[in-house]
T-cell receptor
Framework: DTGVSQDPRHKITKRGQNVTFRCDPI?????LYWYRQTLGQGPEFLTY????????KSRLLSDRFSAERPKGSFSTLEIQRTEQGDSAMYLC??????????????FGPGTRLTVL | AQSVTQLGSHVSVSEGALVLLRCNYS??????LFWYVQYPNQGLQLLLK??????LVKGINGFEAEFKKSETSFHLTKPSAHMSDAAEYFC????????????FGRGTSLIVHP
């Protein structure tokens, strides 16, 4: 049973550059979530997908952020024109939501982004 | 609307002592409640969850939590702390029948002294 994986684990970039993160959920899970976590805070919701459909986006998700889940499997999160304030841990989680299944989210190890 | 308040950003205990981490929630509908643990530079791991069944929920690593509707609380306890319990703990709430998007508390750092 492989868990949620994220790649890369660490990313250092210069301000203004674009970055892309990948998340591979648990294979049978139909929901995929992206969160951002800054130091000393709990995870903050960014967006989520049910299968390939992006159903909700937080107001935290500015125009510079875009997420995709093209075939309902893995997902990518892209940040364009990075700013120092984007420095954070980006967490991905997946879950199986159905009629009789309680949503429990399983988290990946995160991608730590540092913008210089 | 939903929210979570975790009282105390840091809790310090001696090895073998009782662990008590406090969580109070606010929800306009019956909630689901969760406790997660996070070790440094890692993702979150589910400790336990309340989903409207038994009010006393047992989780992994000897942790348990009790749902008290009258107090809107879901405190996490462990009878005897171990050094390996030192980590960040997050309480989270979701609303039943909704999009299941959780709201997390700010976390409590558990420090265990030998």
């Amino acid at each position: 049973d492989t868990g949620v994986s994220q790649d890369p684990r660490h990313k250092i970039t210069k301000r203004g550059q674009n970055v892309t993160f990948r998340c591979d959920p648990i294979s049978e899970h139909n929901r995929l979530y992206w969160y951002r976590q800054t130091l000393g805070q709990g995870p903050e919701f960014l967006t989520y997908f049910q299968n390939e459909a992006q159903l909700e986006k937080s107001r935290l998700l500015s125009d510079r952020f875009s997420a995709e889940r093209p075939k309902g499997s893995f997902s990518t999160l892209e940040i364009q024109r990075t700013e120092q304030g984007d420095s954070a841990m980006y967490l991905c989680a997946s879950s199986l939501v159905g009629q009789r299944v309680t949503d429990t989210q399983y988290f990946g190890p995160g991608t730590r982004l540092t913008v210089l | 609307a939903q929210s979570v308040t975790q009282l105390g950003s840091h809790v310090s205990v001696s090895e073998g002592a009782l662990v008590l981490l406090r969580c109070n929630y606010s929800s306009s509908v019956p909630p689901y409640l969760f406790w997660y643990v996070q070790y440094p530079n890692q993702g979150l791991q589910l400790l336990l969850k309340y989903t409207s069944a038994a009010t006393l929920v047992k989780g992994i690593n000897g942790f348990e939590a009790e749902f008290k509707k009258s107090e809107t609380s879901f405190h996490l306890t462990k009878p005897s702390a171990h050094m390996s319990d030192a980590a960040e703990y997050f309480c989270a709430v979701t609303q039943t029948g909704g999009s299941y998007i959780p709201t997390f508390g700010r976390g409590t750092s558990l420090i265990v002294h030998p």
